[in-house]
C-alpha cells in the first residue's frame, strides 16, 4: 500500500472513529490483498465481521460504503440484529413496510415519465416522480402538486390480501388514516389526502428532506455518536411539545423511537447546530377513552417497551394509557445523549432489565461525554417501573434541565390552536354497540376520505373536527358537516341529538322549491345473476331509483331516491351523458350517493 493510500485511510478511519482498530485494519488489508480505501468500502461487510464491529461502528462503515457508490440503498426489510454490547446503538430490523419519506440523498430511481395519480374527479392532481424509498407492501414516491412537492406513500392492497389476517391490517390502515387527520401540528408529519384504488392505498403526505446525515434522527445519532446536551434539549423539546399535542387527542403514540423522528433539513437552524423535527409513522398508534378497546397488545420497538407494554399483565382492566410514551421518551433522550440503549439485552434479557428500570451507566463509550447530573434526574424521571410516577409532559418542559431560558430555546414550546379547526359533536340516544359502532365507523371514513377531516366515535359522541384548509375543492365546511348529520342520522335516525344550527350554518340542504332533502352514502350490491336489482331512469343530475327488487337486495335504498355520484363521480349533463357515466363506473361494491327528499 502506497504513503498515500495509507494517509486516505488513516484520514477515513479518524473520520468514522475507528481509531482504535488501525493495527487490525492494515493486517485485514494485507491478508485479503486490499490495495487502499476503496478495497475497504467494496468489501465493508467482510471488513466489519473480521474486526468484529460494534453495530454502531458497523453501521457507520455501511453508511460510508453506501456513500461512495452513490447515497444508501432503498430501504428493505432486514434481520434483526444480534444484541448490541451496552457501549453501542444496534440497528433494529424495520417494520415490513415503507417509512416516511426518505433524505434525498437515498438512491433514486428515474422520474417515472409523468405519471399522474388524483381522484375520478380530478385523475391528474398529483404528478408523480422519482421513488424514494420502498419496503415490503408500500412505496414512497415524491409527488408534484401544483407548485408544492409532496410524497406518496402508495401501498400494495393486493399484496395486502394475501396475508390471512388482512381485515386486521385493513382496520389498521384505517385507523393510521383516522389519526393522521386528526393530527395537524407543526411536530407531526401531516397527511393531505388519501386516495383508494381497487388494488392500491395512496396516501398524499408532507415530504419531510433531511441533509447528508439523512432524515431520521437516528441517522443523525448514528453518524455523530451521540448529541450534545444543547442539541439533546432542542430535540427533546420538540418530542415534548408534539406529544402533549397527540395526547390531547386522546391518542397513545406506542412508537416513540429516533426511527420515526425525521429531521427537517431545510426547517433547521444548520448554523447553530440544532436540528427543526417531527414525528412520523402512526401505525401503532390507538385512539383510547373511546369507550370500545383496550390498549394491552405488545407494540413498537421492545428497546422503548414500557414495562406495561412488556408485560401486558401488569396493565389494569382498562389497558396501558398515555404514561408508556414518557417511558419512551426518557429512552429516547438517553439515546441521544449516549448514543447506546439503557435496556440493549446483554447480560439478561430486555423484558428483564426493563422490569428493573435500573439505568446506571450514563457515559458514552463512542464520544467519552457524560449525561450532566441534571439531565440523568430527568431521564430517570421518565424511566420509573410505576406509570404513576413518571414525570407529565408539562413537568418536563418545567424541568431544570429543558428550562434554560435564552436564545432559540425560548422559540420551541409554542401554544398551538390552529384557527381553521372547529369541533363538532353530535350526540347519540345511547352507546352503540360495538356492532352499530364498526358498522358507523365504515361509513365515517368514507366521511374522511371525502372531506379530509378527522372523525371519531367516543362512547355516545361523534367527534369531527371541521378543517376549511383540508376540504378539497367544491366542498365547504357547511358540506360536511351536513353530510356528517345526516349519516349519523341514517344510523341511528331521529333519535340522535337533531343537528342545530351552529356558526352560521344550517344543517339540512334546500332546494330552491324549500323542500328539503338528505345526502346519504351506500354501496352497491352487483350479483352475478340479478345484477342490481335496480330499475332506473336517467336524468339531469343522476339516475332515478323508480324501484328496487329483493334480489340481491339494496339495503338503504328506496324508490325515487336520486343517485348523484357513483365512485365519487358526479353524474351531470343530459339524461345521455349521466347513463354513460354511470355505466363506465358500475361494478359491484361501488361507493354511491344519493339524493333522498324528505
Same mark, same amino acid.
Given at each position: ?16 472513529? =475507528?481509531?482504535?482498530? /488501525? ?89 417515472? #415519465? ?11 392532481? @398529483? ?52 389519526? %393522521? ?21 395512496? =396516501?398524499?403526505?408532507? %415530504? ?11 441517522? @443523525? ?10 442539541? *439533546? ?22 412508537? =416513540? ?25 402512526? #401505525? ?35 389497558? @396501558? ?17 449516549? #448514543?447506546? @440503549? ?12 426493563? /422490569? ?7 457515559? *458514552? ?156 352514502? %351506500? ?76
Amino acid at each position: 500500500m502506497r504513503a498515500a493510500e495509507e494517509d486516505e485511510l488513516n484520514a477515513w478511519l479518524e473520520k468514522v472513529k =475507528l481509531v482504535q482498530y /488501525r493495527e487490525a485494519v492494515f493486517a485485514w488489508c494485507q491478508k485479503v490483498g486490499a490495495a487502499g480505501l476503496p478495497d475497504v468500502l467494496e468489501n465493508w461487510q467482510d471488513f466489519a465481521a473480521q474486526l468484529k464491529l460494534k453495530p454502531l461502528e458497523k453501521k457507520r462503515v455501511e453508511n460510508a460504503a453506501n456513500g461512495r457508490k452513490g447515497g444508501p440503498s432503498v430501504q428493505t426489510p432486514k434481520p434483526p440484529c444480534a444484541p448490541a454490547s451496552p457501549s453501542s446503538l444496534p440497528v433494529p430490523a424495520p417494520d415490513p413496510k415503507s417509512r416516511p419519506p426518505a433524505s434525498p440523498s437515498s438512491s433514486r430511481r428515474e422520474p417515472s #415519465g409523468g405519471n399522474f395519480l388524483g381522484p375520478p374527479e380530478d385523475p391528474q392532481k @398529483y404528478r408523480i416522480l422519482e421513488e424514494l424509498g420502498q419496503g415490503a407492501t408500500a412505496t414512497v414516491y415524491r409527488c408534484q402538486h401544483g407548485e408544492v412537492q409532496r410524497a406518496v406513500k402508495t401501498i400494495s392492497l393486493q399484496k395486502l390480501r394475501l396475508q390471512r389476517d388482512f381485515e386486521k391490517i385493513a382496520d389498521k390502515l384505517h385507523r393510521e388514516v383516522s389519526i %393522521l387527520f386528526a393530527l395537524r401540528h407543526p411536530r407531526i408529519v401531516s397527511l393531505f389526502d388519501v386516495i383508494e384504488e381497487p388494488t392500491k392505498l395512496h =396516501l398524499v403526505m408532507e %415530504l419531510v428532506e433531511g441533509g447528508p446525515e439523512g432524515v431520521e434522527l437516528f441517522d @443523525y445519532i448514528v453518524a455523530r455518536g451521540s448529541f450534545s446536551e444543547p442539541i *439533546s434539549r432542542y430535540v427533546f423539546l420538540q418530542i415534548v411539545e408534539g406529544l402533549q399535542y397527540i395526547h390531547s387527542k386522546d391518542i397513545v403514540y406506542r412508537d =416513540l423511537k429516533p426511527e420515526n423522528i425525521l429531521v427537517d433539513e431545510k426547517a433547521s437552524k444548520r448554523e447553530e447546530g440544532l436540528f427543526e423535527v417531527k414525528l412520523s409513522d402512526f #401505525g401503532h398508534s390507538k385512539m383510547i377513552k373511546d369507550g370500545y378497546s383496550t390498549a394491552l397488545t405488545r407494540v413498537g420497538t421492545p428497546q422503548y417497551w414500557a414495562p406495561e407494554v412488556s408485560d401486558p399483565r401488569k396493565c389494569g382492566p382498562d389497558g @396501558y394509557g398515555t404514561s408508556v410514551d414518557l417511558w419512551s421518551l426518557g429512552v429516547v433522550l438517553y439515546v441521544m445523549l449516549i #448514543g447506546s @440503549y439503557p435496556f440493549d439485552g446483554v447480560g439478561e434479557s430486555i423484558d428483564d432489565q426493563i /422490569r428493573k428500570g435500573h439505568i446506571s451507566n450514563f457515559r *458514552s463509550q463512542s464520544t467519552n461525554r457524560e449525561a450532566s447530573l441534571p439531565a440523568q434526574d430527568l431521564i430517570r424521571s421518565l424511566v420509573q417501573v410505576d406509570p404513576s410516577m413518571r414525570r407529565s409532559l408539562e413537568a418536563c418542559r418545567t424541568h431544570p434541565w429543558a428550562s434554560v431560558k435564552g436564545g432559540p430555546l425560548d422559540q420551541v414550546m409554542r401554544p398551538w390552536d390552529d384557527p381553521h379547526v372547529r369541533e363538532e359533536r353530535i350526540t347519540l340516544p345511547v352507546k352503540p354497540s360495538k356492532d352499530a359502532r364498526d358498522a358507523l365507523n365504515r361509513d365515517l371514513h368514507k366521511w374522511m376520505k371525502k372531506f379530509k377531516c378527522s372523525v371519531r366515535v367516543r362512547e355516545t359522541d361523534v367527534i369531527a373536527n371541521l378543517d376549511d384548509q383540508a376540504l378539497t375543492e367544491g366542498h365547504s365546511i357547511e358540506d360536511a358537516r351536513n353530510e356528517l348529520h345526516q349519516l349519523v342520522h341514517y344510523h341511528f335516525g331521529s333519535t340522535a341529538t337533531p343537528p342545530q344550527r351552529r356558526h352560521g350554518f344550517s344543517t339540512l340542504a334546500t332546494v330552491p322549491e324549500k323542500r328539503t332533502f338528505r345526502i346519504i352514502t %351506500l354501496t352497491l350490491r352487483v350479483h352475478n345473476e340479478h345484477g342490481a336489482g335496480l330499475e332506473l331512469e336517467p336524468e339531469r343530475g343522476g339516475m332515478r331509483i323508480q324501484n328496487v327488487e329483493p334480489l340481491p337486495g339494496q339495503p338503504g335504498l328506496q324508490a325515487q331516491d336520486l343517485i348523484t355520484k357513483i365512485n365519487e363521480v358526479s353524474l351531470r349533463g343530459t339524461p345521455e351523458t349521466v347513463e354513460g357515466i354511470f355505466g363506465r363506473q358500475f361494478r359491484d361494491g361501488v361507493e354511491i350517493a344519493i339524493r333522498r327528499e324528505m
